[in-house]
């Protein structure tokens, strides 16, 4: 089965961190990273840039608006997801605890992919 | 054997395996609807099988499979009815592990804890969507919901039917054991509901409470789990007055404490201690031990009980777990030592508003005489207070207490 592990965090505290602790969690992401492709379990992930840099698309009456910033205002955001193979959801929920996350405060949004139907 | 007996001793025990062979809560459960109706048909017909159980399994089976052909969907279902069709034929006993699979699942961390409730009751327990509803005064859709968003989250998010093993375990214990002590204490509450129906939800607390230790046998905590739902349930018939007033441990009729549930209690503490370091319902167990063995109140082996709070104070320390150690060191070492504890506890300030600090302080200050600063702490402890029976008990108690402080 496939996952998303969706990374949420307050972009603000990691501006506040030092450098060093920075430098830290960036390497604890891809000591995790290479883990996984290791394991089998990694299809894809990325960092994201910041909110702010985001634009949405939003329809409303039939008609796309374009308008700047995330898709909620909120204090905690999408910064990064990956994208995993499990055996079962305690398998996912396993990986999701290896995210460096527990420094940044982090949620981690586990959500199963659509089956897709085996082609034709 | 008749099929209701069959149906209440054996449901939980078949559906659970009958989700194992056919890995879907919905199918298994249809299917072994299915087959209880055939049961019915057929056996006033030919009379009850050998093996009832493993006849229903085998049917429920059957007629998941035929429920499988009939579904026009591709590629996905043929491979379960591949899979089905390749499994043994015959008899199919139901596996003991199989009721551990269905708990684990049901209680499950990543479902909600209501839904947790509602699908243990609903599986194990075989009760219907209405008597869960009735019982935890929830309208029936919002039940009924509740349990369908529970199986769809367990199918979609892949939630593996297992028992969780090695490290997983106690932490997952620790939830299925949570569940079976709320639903036995949604039971014991007499504060709303009808009575007879909240009985029987104490009931099934204590069935799957058996489950646990007979399928479980090497956990101290599930003795003790079970152990304190026996020691609480043989108090049953003297815990409130004909009013529904609530009565204390001092002034309940221990005649009429069912005392074949307290030996039983009584020995399942001393197998959950010898433990290497008792857990904190295990403790509380031995607390409801002495209680309950006590010939009367003043016999109560107050310095014992003290003593197990100071353990279960360190492991598990909430607030009424604080309190109680309080009361039990004012017991054993005489109010003005528990009144010290109590008043370390109100420093901290934690328990602001929790009413049952004030109230265990005004009984403390009134057994030393203090009648004045008791009824003070009776009235902080009434400003505090939302439930209407202990409303009542702390009123009665003020008025004894204005009482005395004008005599």
């Known amino acids: ?120 | 054997m008749t099929v209701e007996e069959v149906h209440r001793e054996h449901y939980g025990r078949i559906l659970a395996t009958v989700i194992r062979l056919v890995g879907d809560f919905d199918r298994a459960e249809e299917a072994v609807q299915e087959a209880f109706a055939v049961a019915v048909e057929s056996w006033a017909i030919g009379g009850a099988p050998q093996n009832p159980a493993a006849w229903l399994v085998s049917t429920a089976r059957h007629k998941a499979i035929d429920q499988i052909r009939r579904d026009a969907r591709r590629d996905a279902r043929r491979e379960e009815l591949e899979r089905h069709l390749r499994g043994r034929a015959g008899e199919e006993p139901p596996e003991e592990e199989d009721r551990l699979r269905l708990v684990f699942t049901c209680c499950h961390p990543a479902l909600a804890p209501e839904a947790r409730v509602a699908l243990t009751l609903r599986t194990l327990c075989g009760l219907t969507t209405e008597e869960i509803a009735r019982a935890f005064v929830v309208p029936v859709p919002t039940l009924a919901q509740r349990l369908v968003r529970a199986k769809a989250k367990i199918r979609d998010a892949g939630i593996a039917y297992l028992v969780p093993a090695g490290d997983a375990l106690p932490e997952r214990l620790s939830t299925v054991m949570a569940v079976v002590y709320l639903v036995f204490n949604e039971g014991y509450s007499a504060s709303f509901g009808p009575a007879l129906l909240r009985g029987e939800l104490s009931r099934e607390a204590i069935r799957l409470g058996r489950m646990l230790v007979e399928l479980m046998p090497s956990s101290p905590e599930v003795k003790g789990l079970l152990a304190l739902m026996l020691l609480h349930d043989a108090r049953r018939a003297t815990r409130v007055d004909a009013s529904g007033l609530p009565l204390t441990l001092e002034e309940q009729d221990r005649a009429l404490w069912d005392r074949g549930q307290i030996a039983e209690g009584a020995r399942l503490v001393e197998a959950a201690l010898r433990a290497s370091a008792p857990g904190p319902y295990a403790l509380q167990a031995a607390i409801a031990a002495l209680h309950a063995q006590a010939p009367r109140a003043a016999e109560t082996d107050w310095p014992q009980i003290a003593s197990l709070y100071g353990l279960l104070v360190r492991i598990h320390p909430t607030p009424v777990v604080e309190l109680n150690f309080a009361v039990a060191v004012a017991m054993a070492d005489g109010p003005q030592r528990g009144l010290d504890l109590l008043e370390r506890i109100a420093g901290r300030g934690e328990l602001q508003r929790y009413h049952l600090l004030p109230a265990a302080q005004a009984d403390l200050l009134r057994r030393l005489g203090r009648a004045g600063d008791a009824a003070a702490a009776y009235r902080r402890a009434l400003a505090l207070v939302t439930n209407d029976a202990e409303r009542r008990y702390l009123e009665k108690r003020l008025a004894e207490t204005a009482a005395v402080s004008r005599a």
């Open chain 1, 1 to 120: 089965m496939q996952y998303m592990l969706l990374i949420y965090d307050d972009e603000t505290r990691w501006g506040k961190l030092p450098e060093a602790e920075q430098g830290k969690i960036m390497k604890e992401f891809r000591e995790f990273t290479e883990a996984i492709v290791k394991s089998g379990n990694y299809r894809a992930g990325d960092q994201l840039h910041p909110a702010s840099t985001a634009t949405c698309v939003r329809w409303k009456q039939g008609k796309p608006l374009t308008t700047d910033g995330p898709y909620a205002e909120a204090r905690e955001q999408l910064g990064g997801y990956y994208l995993i193979e499990a055996r079962d959801l305690d398998e996912a929920m396993a990986l999701a605890k290896r995210i460096p996350g527990q420094s940044l405060d982090a949620t981690i949004e586990v959500r199963p992919v659509s089956q897709r139907e085996a082609s034709a």
